[in-house]
């Protein structure tokens, strides 16, 4: 899942990013992070393999699923719901997004996602964004 999110990531950085410049050189190189201690280190389960992965770093977008997104780490559940907004907009022919109404769009896709764990994350943007009926 990581590979795909960073992929994914990745290429949402690549086409919608503006240049900035590179970062000043550092006088010094920090110093190394201790390890942590023997006794506290944990082992991350090791997460079940997604239906989405189609092949060694290769995914289905369209089959990805809450359940893989909600297991992910932070960044990596933010960089793939980036990509699926931009995703998704492309294919819906939206060519103009409010970046101010994203946060609480990918705040209502995560809360039907945690209702459904099994839904298709574009299905679950279908879902929580269609327009209320009066």
């Not at 990013?17 to 970062?23: A, F």
Request: charged fraction near 15%; include cysteine.
């Amino acid at each position: 899942m990581k590979k795909l999110l960073a992929a994914l990531a990745g290429l949402l950085v690549a086409t919608c990013s503006q240049q900035s410049p590179p970062p000043a050189p550092m006088a010094s190189a920090p110093p190394p992070l201790a390890a942590p201690p023997a006794q506290t280190a944990a082992i991350a389960p090791v997460p079940a393999q997604s239906a989405a992965q189609v092949a060694p770093g290769r995914w289905d977008v369209t089959r990805v699923r809450c359940s893989d997104v909600l297991g992910a780490s932070d960044d990596d559940r933010a960089a793939s719901m980036m990509f699926y907004y931009g995703y998704l907009a492309a294919k819906a022919n939206i060519h103009v997004i409010d970046v101010t109404k994203i946060e609480g769009k990918v705040r209502k896709v995560m809360d039907q996602c945690a209702a459904a764990p099994g839904m298709t994350v574009p299905t679950a943007f279908r879902t929580a964004l269609r327009p209320q009926q009066s």
